[in-house]
């Protein structure tokens, strides 16, 4: 059944908050899929009493590179965009400065890039927020984290530095980012504060590489940073491709999370080339490795090498509790409720 794209915008932007007197700002590039959910977002935002504005950008199609984005540089449209109660954001801006600089204004932003189809499977709950809020509670209480799986894994991250960053679809709080569609909560260590072994394995995904691993990789990682790729073809791959960027930031550790939302795919990938991943990130108990930036958790390094490797399978303990086991979520209070 074909999705009321508009109809859908309504909903989440309702989530959001949006009301009469707000002020929502969409910022688009000229591709026509961009141009059409710049109709739907700013028709949604009228219909519930906002004023609204169109700032339309170069073409930067999002291909897995983070940091730079077309405001670079721009201060009349980065003012213009600070004006916002909401930025509806359809060309990336995550990992710049200027998406930071446009939070901290109060301006809060929703990321949208996502096939229609997969925004109405993956649509947010409160029952997600939910979940994802007791997350974070628990990230920002522990000091350890620690991934095993019978893949190899075995790695522990010093905690207790860093804000946990929470992803559930829609944004409420002023100055707040989030994802539509998103379900997933994601933490720093302590930057030399990551040491062990992580072993990626058949089935476990890469992003950018948009692709699902084949053969197991080994990564060996201490004080931080990954000092070795062990393996076959994939493993050649994945350190060819970080090396390409002439950047020792590139191989530092970084965020790791897990998946929340029951209603991703692991598979969708394999079936829709549109997508950028989220079902990868986002799908029910998987345990997120991550590389690169960690600016939006208010670290320094701004690499524009970044990695985020959904692994399934893996068991996830904070300080010695358990949250996920195998790939399933265990603890109770993480597990789906009907809403």
Sequence with gaps: MPV?????????????????????????????????????????????GADTFTLVADDTPFDGTVGQTPLAGNT????????????????????????????????????????????????????????????????????????TSEAGTDVVYSLGKYTPLTEYGYTDTPGRWDHWPAGLVASQAYEEGVNGTVVLAPGDIIFPFNSYVSTPIRLDIEDGYIRKIRGGLDASLLEDYMSGFEDPQAFAVSHIGWGLNERARWSALHVDSRTIGMDGRSFLGNVMFSTGPNTEFGGTNNSMCHLDIPMRGSSLALDGRTLIEGGKVVLDELVPQPE
């Design 4 to 48: 009321d794209l508009s109809a859908l915008c309504e909903r989440n932007l309702e989530l959001c908050g949006v009301r009469k007197g707000e002020v929502v700002a969409v910022l688009a590039g000229k591709a026509p899929t961009q141009t059409a959910y710049a109709d739907a977002f700013t028709s949604a935002a009228r219909r519930l």
């Design 76 to 147: 009349a449209a980065i003012n213009a965009l600070k004006q916002a109660d909401l930025l509806v954001d359809l060309v990336f801006l995550l990992f710049s400065a200027e998406q930071i600089e446009i939070q901290e204004s109060g301006t809060r932003v929703l990321l949208c890039i996502e096939p229609p189809e997969i925004l109405s499977r993956m649509f947010p709950t409160k029952d997600l927020r939910r979940r994802a809020e007791k997350s974070e509670e628990l990230l920002r209480n522990s000091r350890e984290l620690r991934i």
